[in-house]
């Protein structure tokens, strides 16, 4: 049995709180070889953690050691010795404890979100939000940026100086406001810089001034709600903890005190915040994988500074282990616990853990934490597992999206890696909230202009017309007056969108209710009612008229309507069997979700069926995921067109949506990688399908409600999707 010296009611000594309270680890966090491999053996053998485990909490003055790990999809977890050192209570993985500064991963995320949603800047002023609040002694808080708070750069003094640390021995259940924190840190020097408590508490109240809502709030709906972290809490100054806890203690120089009933009020968002090694895990699995914040901010989290406790991101901290390996996290220590969080830069593998006590801990924190860790830098994962890694990170990713209430559902498919695959979320309809099913049916919009650009090139291919031809000489008298001159418009320029041509559509027509009947001649004389938008050649406008006339010219020169020759040409081909003209039909074929369309008021309203004889060779196919990755696949992997023909297609001019081409378009991604394909919204639906030039990585997006969020949706999965 462990020998432990308890003594209750004692005074503890300033150095020891010092040492332990709210303050920064002497070792790291960080990046362990982002490639990796998990094997089957390692997923379940944890033999060699347990044993590190049980070492710790067999330990002098270390009660007992809570564990978790999450590998990929494998979650363990593990406890060793006692909750209560008097009672001999045995130690439980699932017990709760007070995380101490690991609140400020949270309280950080929250921040960039903000910023990331533009509601801020992280180099806006502190003097900005907090007028006045930092002014003074040495102080400007025009000078001192949200950024310098997250990573400890502000120069702003730690509120828990030696005065308040000793008071905090006498009276350890006290309650301190906010006010009373950073007027105590105002009324030091600023420092050159160090971790400091004061600036998490900055960092709260700005929150609530950009928000309306206070910080515990914020961190409520922002992450633990999405999250579904059960057990993760802001106490406020509650001295309690959860019934499923064990005692927390104080290494007093040999002597544990016990510092169960403590009052976190001096903590405040720097470290007031309950949770579970679970919790935690699922916490740093979603922040560290990308799930919380975009792109842009994920970068900005891990962007260190050099401070004397290590490198600091925002909120997060990236030191070296005593063996080189690196992870990223944060240790949280507060009288009672010594916990960390964190784990591989990829969220990949992370872990939890606490020792419920303060004082003498570290030592045996980072022996687990090696022991956990040993090895990762070294080891690439395998074109396999790189492929299902990323099908996971995905998946994730669009289940987040499906959490916005103007995204009702997302189906998304297609073909990488050589397989084909498909996925959905969210759901179909919003009354009844029916899942929503990767095999559905819905309108696809104007991605159907690429399959009758598709067939005008095979057509081209076939000498039967030319791309420089007239639409004149394929339709005399049918685009002139009014301006329009159809000798001076070529086909070329009804496919790229340079016609100049103006739309039959109207914004009347995008928040209407009900449709009428319209013939193909009725939607060209609604265009050519309109005058030019300019002359032929000379700029770019989208103009569903422009793919109406296509379809005319189609069927002029086959003597078949041009939905016959797509049937003809590719989907029987293909053996496209789910996907169909819907004519004049207000029924959507098969399975299919509710369609979503957004009024002026920016509300959704069914709109799933209506007649859509509106849409034309402009947007009027049904189709599947499966269906649209068959042809996109077939189509920029050259089965469709030949190398002429499909480097015809792929000439593109400069447009809004990057450089387009004839039916298709080609977009840049930030990283410099591209790929080609065509946006479709339409009444109840938005889409977006294509891929890489060779066919070989496809991706087919919808969204079964239309406005501009699901447009950035479809977008944002195409980027994560083509990014890598």
Not at 239 to 254: C, H, I, R, V, W
Not at 467 to 478: F, I, M, N, R, T
Request: net charge negative.
């Amino acid at each position: 049995m462990k020998p432990f010296h308890m003594h209750k009611g004692a005074s503890l000594t300033l150095s020891a709180l010092l040492i332990g309270t709210l303050v920064l680890p002497t070792y790291g966090c960080a990046e362990a070889g982002v490639n990796q491999t998990i094997t089957q053996q390692q997923k379940t053998d944890h033999t060699k953690t347990k044993e590190a485990i049980d070492k710790a909490a067999a330990s002098e003055n270390i009660p007992g050691v809570i564990f978790a790990v999450k590998k990929g999809t494998d979650f363990w977890s593990y406890a060793s010795g006692e909750a209560n050192v008097e009672s001999k209570k045995p130690m439980e993985a699932d017990y709760s404890f007070r995380i101490g500064s690991i609140t400020k991963s949270f309280v950080g995320v929250v921040a960039m979100q903000l910023a990331g949603e533009k509601k801020l800047s992280l180099d806006d002023s502190v003097e900005k939000w907090l007028p006045g609040v930092v002014q003074g002694n040495g102080y400007d808080g025009n000078k001192i940026t949200i950024r310098q708070l997250l990573n400890h750069t502000s120069g702003v003094a730690d509120y828990l100086d030696g005065e308040l640390k000793q008071s905090l021995l006498s009276n350890s259940t006290q309650t301190l406001t906010v006010e009373q924190l950073i007027s105590r840190a105002l009324k030091q020097k600023p420092t050159t810089g160090g971790y400091s408590n004061t600036n998490t508490v900055l960092m709260k109240l700005i929150i609530q001034k950009v928000t309306g809502e206070t910080y515990a709030e914020q961190i409520q709906k922002r992450i633990i709600e999405p999250l579904q972290l059960k057990d993760t809490q802001l106490p406020g100054g509650s001295t309690s903890l959860p019934e499923k806890s064990p005692n927390g203690y104080f290494n007093n120089a040999g002597t544990l005190m016990d510092m169960t009933d403590l009052n976190p009020s001096f903590a405040d968002a720097a470290g007031g915040m309950i949770s579970t090694a679970q919790d935690l895990t699922t916490f740093f699995s979603a922040l560290l994988g990308g799930k919380l914040l975009p792109p842009e901010m994920q970068k900005e989290m891990v962007t260190t500074v050099d401070t004397p406790h290590g490198k600091f991101g925002l909120g997060i901290q990236e030191v070296t282990l005593p063996n080189g390996t690196t992870i990223w996290g944060h240790q949280g220590g507060i009288p009672g616990f010594t916990n960390f969080a964190g784990g591989t830069k990829d969220g990949e593998h992370v872990i939890a853990m606490s020792i419920n006590v303060l004082e003498g801990a570290v030592p045996h924190m980072e022996n687990i934490q090696m022991t956990e860790f040993s090895g990762q830098a070294t080891q690439p994962s395998t074109p396999d597992q790189a492929a299902q890694k990323h099908r996971d990170e995905m998946k994730q990713f669009i289940d987040q999206e499906t959490k916005s209430e103007k995204i009702p559902g997302i189906v998304a498919a297609g073909l990488s890696d050589g397989e084909y695959w498909s996925y959905a979320a969210g759901v179909a309809n919003l009354e009844d909230k029916s899942p929503m099913e990767p095999n559905f049916t819905f309108r696809i919009g104007s991605v159907t202009k690429s399959f009758v650009a598709t067939v005008v090139l095979q057509l081209v291919q076939e000498k039967k017309l030319n791309l420089d031809d007239s639409v004149e000489k394929w339709l005399p008298g049918v685009v002139q007056g009014n301006g329009y001159d159809g000798n001076k418009i070529t086909i070329r320029q009804l496919l790229n969108q340079t016609s100049g041509i103006a739309s039959y559509t109207s914004v009347e027509m995008r928040h209407a209710t009900s449709f009428p009947q319209y013939t193909v001649d009725d939607l060209v004389r609604m265009g050519l009612a309109k005058p030019p938008v300019f002359q032929p050649g000379s700029g770019w406008d989208y103009s569903n008229t422009n793919t109406v006339l296509a379809g005319l010219i189609i069927q002029k020169v086959t003597g078949e309507t041009y939905d016959v020759q797509i049937k003809k040409r590719i989907l029987d081909p293909l053996q496209m069997t789910d996907t169909s003209f819907s004519g004049s039909n207000p029924k959507i074929p098969g399975q299919h979700a509710t369609g979503y369309n957004m009024d002026v008021s920016g509300n959704l309203y069914d709109f799933t069926e209506y007649n859509p004889s509106w849409a034309n060779a402009a947007g009027e196919m049904i189709s599947t995921g499966k269906d649209l990755t068959i042809f996109f696949s077939a189509l920029l992997g050259g089965k469709l067109l030949n190398g002429e023909m499909l480097k015809q297609m792929t000439t593109g001019v400069d447009s809004p949506f990057g450089k387009y081409g004839l039916g298709i378009y080609e977009v840049t991604l930030p990283n410099g990688k591209t790929y080609w394909g065509h946006g479709g919204g339409i009444h109840g639906f938005e889409n977006l399908a294509g891929g890489t030039l060779d066919g070989k990585h496809i991706l087919v997006t919808n969204i079964n409600a239309v406005g501009p969020e699901p447009v950035e949706v479809n977008m944002a999965i195409f980027e994560k999707e083509f990014s890598r």
